[in-house]
């Protein structure tokens, strides 16, 4: 299965994409994870995305392009995989479309979740991350067992510099501006389903399931 989320940020795409990978062994290539492990080791990428991050601005789409291909050809993706955070620009759907085309792949279906913005803000004000495994919790909403230590790996939670919120109110534009021509590319296509991406974890999963499974 060949998935690509779209959402705004805090829409829930990461939560239900790390569900799919540990329910349905769908890899999960989350590009902002990809990011943020590339900061976390100090590579050139990291140095260069980490300022626009920080901001909530994006990358530039030639750095995203390359990586998301070079990602795809990696063989446990030739099965299937969810796209999380990609294609986030118009230039990077094009691409990407040329992309599967050329390795004569198909995407099954782009799921587009729908949320209101305030809940979203709650989301995102809230949210921590597993500083090893990028596993995700929510102060209030997914809890952790113990508090400020991830249940898998025990690793200390963080809160994201662009939780903040001036990097937050940034991330919303830049979705507006720049994401939303992504629904519109993909809107006039069969592959196009909306998911209402409200609700509880599993009311979302099952919801999520509905959307993918379907013929
Ligand atoms: P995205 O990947 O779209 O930015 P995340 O999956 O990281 O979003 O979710 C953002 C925050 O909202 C996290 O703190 C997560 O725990 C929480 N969250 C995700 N889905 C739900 C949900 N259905 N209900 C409540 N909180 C949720
Ligand atoms: P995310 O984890 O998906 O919320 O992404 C965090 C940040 O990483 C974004 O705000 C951008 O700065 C950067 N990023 C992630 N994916 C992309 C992308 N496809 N294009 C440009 N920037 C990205």
Known sequence: MKLIFVGPPGGGKGTQARLLQARRAIPQI???DILREAIAQDTALGRDAR???EAGELV????????????????DAYEGFVLDGFPRTLPQAEALEETVN???????????????????I??????RVCQVGGHIYHLEYQPPREAGLC??????????DDDRPEAIRRRMEVYQVETLPVLDFY??????AALDAEGEVEEVYDRLLAVVDRR
């Open 30 to 32: 989350a590009t902002g």
């Open 51 to 53: 300022r626009s991050m």
């Open 60 to 75: 530039p789409d030639a750095v995203m392009i390359a990586i998301v291909e070079e990602r795809l050809r990696r063989p």
């Open 102 to 120: 050329r390795m004569q792949r198909r995407i099954d279906r782009v799921v587009d979740f729908q949320i209101r913005e305030e809940i979203l």
């Open 122 to 127: 709650r989301r995102l004000s809230g949210r």
């Open 151 to 160: 249940d898998i790996d025990h690793s200390p939670l963080y809160q994201r």
């Open 187 to 192: 809107q006039a296509r069969s592959v196009y």
